[in-house]
């Protein structure tokens, strides 16, 4: 629906692939900003382990979160744009992890009969409340367990939203850097992040007329990445999340663990901006550098719902693998119909034209 937020921060790579502008495309994510606009805009979206794709060129935010990742209308497209993505780069040296980690063909793992005998984890805590989303994620176990798979209850959440804040640090200290470092040699007049400040408060109206810059202000007045602070940070959010998840998977023998993306699309405004109620389930794979694809498993009121598959590092042919037996057992997908709400001006018999709101 176009009175919907699309989502972001890739949502014109989601929204050019949802609209068939394009066949497939790449986004970036640290937090949910590839698989919540792919959820949104009823896409495949796969966030691959930090160091399978190269950061060369991103505009960073968190050099222990940042990655590239594919965004397409179904599993195999993502897995045939994977296959060009992933490798080392001698320019980000956390890609030199990966040797010897990828495929240069990750179309041959999908089978559609992948997901019997595995066991699935499924997050509790997305199993109940009021979303509209949670009905739709009942039915995809549904169709897990039709297709052969096991389904343990895990409680993933719990654990990793208390580690939400030294995550939040973690991004304001290394946006900081990273930021900096870009802009030293990009060819703008901007050099730093307090040039970036100093710019949007001088272009205030134009630059920033509605919602402001204090997170860059709070990332700028922070230290180095030598502060004890962010070390900590790191140490709880980044090591933190790993041990979680790997003690998870290893503990009940999963082949991956499932929740739903996000909720249905909300509305959004210039006073709240983008306001998310409901489930989510981005930040356990993000915080810990974990892979994690998203694929369409249905709608609530016209607006597409995401399901996520999540697995340990560099376990990407696994999760394509699931992701596409469940593709094609649910069949979820729906091209989008463009609806929304326009104005349209129209003629009345009995006096001058009139504004009128139409639901289209």
Known sequence: MLDRTPSGSSSGSGTAVAANFCAMAIGTETDGSIVSPASCNGLVGFKPTVGLVSRTGIIPISATQDTAGPMTRTVRDAAILLSALAGPDDADPVTQGSAGKTSPDYTKFLFPQALGGKIIGVEKSHLEGNSDAIPLFKKAIEVLKSQGATIVEVDVLKQINPLGEAEYDVLLYEFKDGVN???????????????????????????????????????????????????????????????????????????????????????????????????????????????????????????????????????????????????????????????GLLWGRFTDRLGPSRLRLVQL
Request: glycine fraction near 8%.
């Open 181 to 339: 470092k870009y802009l030293a040699t990009a060819n703008a007049k901007v050099k730093t992040l307090a040039d970036v400040i100093a710019f949007n408060k001088q272009n205030e109206p134009k630059a920033m007329p509605f919602f402001k810059q204090e997170i860059l202000e709070a990332s700028e007045k922070l230290g180095d990445l030598s502060t004890p602070k962010y070390l900590e940070a790191r140490r709880k959010s980044y090591a933190g999340a790993r041990q979680i998840l790997s003690s998870t998977l290893r503990n009940n023998r999963l082949a991956a663990i499932i929740g739903i993306t996000n909720s249905p699309a909300p509305a959004i405004d210039l006073i709240n901006g983008d306001s998310w109620p409901g489930p989510g389930f981005s930040s356990p794979a993000a915080m810990a550098g974990y892979p994690h694809i998203t694929v369409p498993m249905g709608q609530a009121h016209g607006l597409p719902v995401g399901l996520s598959f999540v697995g340990p590092a560099y376990g990407e042919a696994g999760l394509l693998s699931l992701a596409y037996a469940y593709e094609q057992a649910s069949k979820q997908r729906k091209a989008p119909e463009f609806r």
